[in-house]
T-cell receptor, first 114, second 113 residues
């Protein structure tokens, strides 16, 4: 069964550094998402992306964050000038064009900011 | 705005007991979709079921069953004859206008042998 893949599985960075989290969505899916989950808390929506542009974003997704689909397969989340509170599990997800389709999630990237 | 509430933060049962997870949602949209996801200790999010707002039929899949009641805005999930492998955090989620999935806070299920 096709799946969403995320790399790396764990990223450690120092405060103030930039990180790029990478995702390869399911190949025939057209909607892409980033969510994050601070340890022990709920899964929070960050951004959705369709047709090479952001379709919706949350208040968490401020100027520190950006997303890009640099080629036909990758979908990236860039976090500039990381802060301690950015430490979380970041999940990439994708869905096909249908409104009712479930999101398929990757295994996540655990980001630790020290 | 959409909201999902899972009032139970943690449930502990002994193997073979049944366990029911509550989910209450809020939305002004008449068309919406409800989902359950499982997050095992390894951390990934696994899709379990989808239900649309026009289909109130209950569903059973093996030891899992779901009870959707529009009148009470609830979409409850029951695990029958629980097993240790069912130990996980279970999230209820709602998709209404737009494509965003809104998650509840999750219920941690601990099944003891």
């Amino acid at each position: 069964e096709p799946e969403v893949t995320q790399t790396p599985s764990h990223q450690v960075t120092q405060m103030g550094q930039e990180v790029i989290l990478r995702c390869v969505p399911i190949s025939n899916h057209l909607y892409f998402y980033w969510y994050r989950q601070i340890l022990g808390q709920k899964v929070e929506f960050l951004v959705s992306f369709y047709n090479n542009e952001i379709s919706e974003k949350s208040e968490i997704f401020d100027d520190q964050f950006s997303v890009e689909r640099p080629d036909g397969s990758n979908f990236t989340l860039k976090i500039r000038s990381t802060k301690l509170e950015d430490s979380a599990m970041y999940f990439c997800a994708s869905s096909d064009t249908f409104y009712n389709s479930p999101l398929h999630f990757g295994n996540g990237t655990r980001l630790t900011v020290t | 705005a959409q909201k999902v509430t899972q009032a139970q933060t943690e449930i502990s049962v002994v193997e073979k007991e049944d366990v029911t997870l509550d989910c209450v949602y809020e939305t002004r949209d008449t068309t919406y979709y409800l989902f359950w996801y499982k997050q095992p200790p390894s951390g990934e999010l696994v899709f379990l079921i989808r239900r649309n707002s026009f289909d109130e039929q209950n569903e059973i899949s093996g030891r899992y069953s779901w009870n959707f009641q529009k009148s009470t805005s609830s979409f409850n999930f029951t695990i029958t004859a629980s097993q240790v492998v069912d130990s996980a955090v279970y999230f209820c989620a709602l998709k209404a206008a737009g494509n965003k999935l809104t998650f509840g806070g999750g219920t941690r299920v601990l099944v003891k042998p």
